[in-house]
């Protein structure tokens, strides 16, 4: 039977895009591209978002599966067809590749795209409501598949180190109505038990205010 293709939604100048395209191209990885033009908004639409919950390029299906988010993309392509390497072999090395990667993927980048621009070009009011808000949703959705007690099965990983300073900011800062979110809520409130995330929490640090303190 022969191989399923790979298929690549993307748009010519979508920068997420683009660093697939070239480690598509590093790895010799023949695709079909299918293009999503972010000028007209052909993200957007409810089919794109059940592939992509953030409604955003790039998404590649490969083996079966529908994938988001290119540099865990380029991680599965870089275990999957380990030759010709992304990540240098010395652990440090690696743990400096990945920080150059993300003083673009998440220093620069979610700055100036698209959707970004015109929401700041529409108003200021409400942009962090509306980020916090689209990213949590997408999270739920992200996370009706992937949670078990904590975001991932029942083992806490680093995406639970992630969630909770979120969610609380989206409480406190954002007034989010989290309880929209129901597997980001049950999974925050596990979290909270437990005896390393009290220790860590905000409200609990030796410079938190004591007007914000708890016990
Ligand atoms: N961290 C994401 C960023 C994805 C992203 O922001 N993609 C842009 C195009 S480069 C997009 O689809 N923007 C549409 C929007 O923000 O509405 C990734 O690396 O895949």
């Given at each position: 039977?022969?191989?399923?293709?790979?298929?690549?939604?993307?748009?010519?100048?979508s920068s997420s895009s683009w660093?697939?395209?070239?480690?598509?191209?590093?790895?010799?990885?023949?695709?079909?591209?299918?293009?999503?033009?972010?000028?007209?908004?052909?993200?957007?639409?409810?089919?794109?978002?059940?592939?992509?919950?953030?409604?955003?390029?790039?998404?590649?299906?490969?083996?079966?599966?529908?994938?988001?988010?290119?540099?865990?993309?380029?991680?599965?392509?870089?275990?999957?067809?380990?030759?010709?390497?992304?990540?240098?072999?010395?652990?440090?090395?690696?743990?400096?590749?990945?920080?150059?990667?993300?003083?673009?993927?998440?220093?620069?980048?979610?700055?100036?795209?698209?959707?970004?621009?015109?929401?700041?070009?529409?108003?200021?009011?409400?942009?962090?409501?509306?980020?916090?808000?689209?990213?949590?949703?997408?999270?739920?959705?992200?996370?009706?598949?992937?949670?078990?007690?904590?975001?991932?099965?029942?083992?806490?990983?680093?995406?639970?180190?992630?969630?909770?300073?979120?969610?609380?900011?989206?409480?406190?800062?954002?007034?989010?109505?989290?309880?929209?979110?129901?597997?980001?809520s049950r999974v925050y409130e596990?979290?909270?038990?437990?005896?390393?995330?009290?220790?860590?929490?905000?409200?609990?640090?030796?410079?938190?205010?004591?007007?914000?303190?708890?016990?």
């Amino acid at each position: 039977m022969a191989a399923e293709k790979i298929i690549l939604y993307g748009f010519y100048k979508s920068s997420s895009s683009w660093r697939l395209r070239i480690a598509l191209a590093l790895k010799g990885l023949e695709h079909k591209k299918v293009s999503l033009s972010l000028v007209k908004g052909e993200h957007l639409t409810d089919e794109f978002k059940a592939l992509n919950p953030m409604r955003q390029l790039p998404t590649l299906f490969i083996d079966g599966m529908h994938l988001s988010q290119s540099i865990p993309i380029m991680e599965y392509l870089e275990e999957r067809n380990p030759s010709p390497p992304l990540l240098p072999r010395d652990k440090v090395a690696r743990a400096k590749v990945r920080a150059l990667s993300e003083v673009v993927n998440s220093g620069i980048q979610p700055y100036q795209t698209v959707g970004v621009i015109k929401k700041v070009q529409e108003t200021h009011k409400d942009w962090g409501h509306f980020y916090v808000s689209r990213g949590l949703e997408a999270l739920n959705s992200l996370m009706q598949e992937t949670a078990g007690r904590y975001s991932y099965g029942d083992q806490v990983t680093m995406a639970d180190a992630c969630l909770v300073p979120q969610v609380f900011s989206a409480l406190t800062r954002f007034s989010v109505d989290v309880t929209q979110y129901p597997v980001v809520s049950r999974v925050y409130e596990e979290l909270n038990k437990l005896p390393e995330f009290k220790v860590a929490d905000a409200r609990r640090q030796p410079d938190t205010p004591d007007a914000e303190r708890i016990d």
